[in-house]
């Protein structure tokens, strides 16, 4: 129920209109958005199990990846155990890949060896960088 809500969110509508005597959301359109939901939907993430997420590019992306550690192994002469093929949407063990933990904001100048991240810098009159490019 969590996953049509917040679906119903993003869309701008409320569960809770259904019925309620105003057109905003009639039980028609919540039937529709249920029975067609987009595939990157939490809806369609919750019955598919994921799955609805990967289109052909993705197959195809991974099925690359998977022959490619497979000619790696083999041009290894076949040493070490035989690589596990990526995990898919919908098998056990898959993990919805998450987007990796970036700080926000400048963490130091990158100049100094026990600072990085930000490049400072001073101002100058323009004529004096005119001057300096060579365009005067």
Do not use: C
Request: no cysteine; net charge negative.
């Amino acid at each position: 129920m969590s996953a049509l809500e917040a679906d119903l969110v993003r869309m701008g509508l409320r569960l809770r209109w259904v019925g309620d005597g105003t057109d905003r959301l009639s039980w028609r359109d919540l039937i529709v958005i249920t029975r067609h939901p987009k595939p990157d939907s939490s809806l369609a993430e919750q019955v598919t199990g994921g799955e609805s997420q990967w289109g052909l590019q993705e197959h195809l992306q991974a099925s690359l990846f998977d022959a490619v550690q497979a000619i790696i192994w083999q041009n290894s002469g076949g040493k070490g155990p035989r690589p596990k093929p990526l995990s898919r949407p919908g098998q056990d063990g898959y993990t919805k890949p998450h987007s990796p933990q970036v700080p926000e904001g400048p963490q130091g100048d990158p100049f100094k060896a026990d600072e990085s991240g930000v490049f400072r810098g001073e101002a100058i009159p323009i004529d004096d960088l005119n001057k300096w490019l060579g365009w005067d």
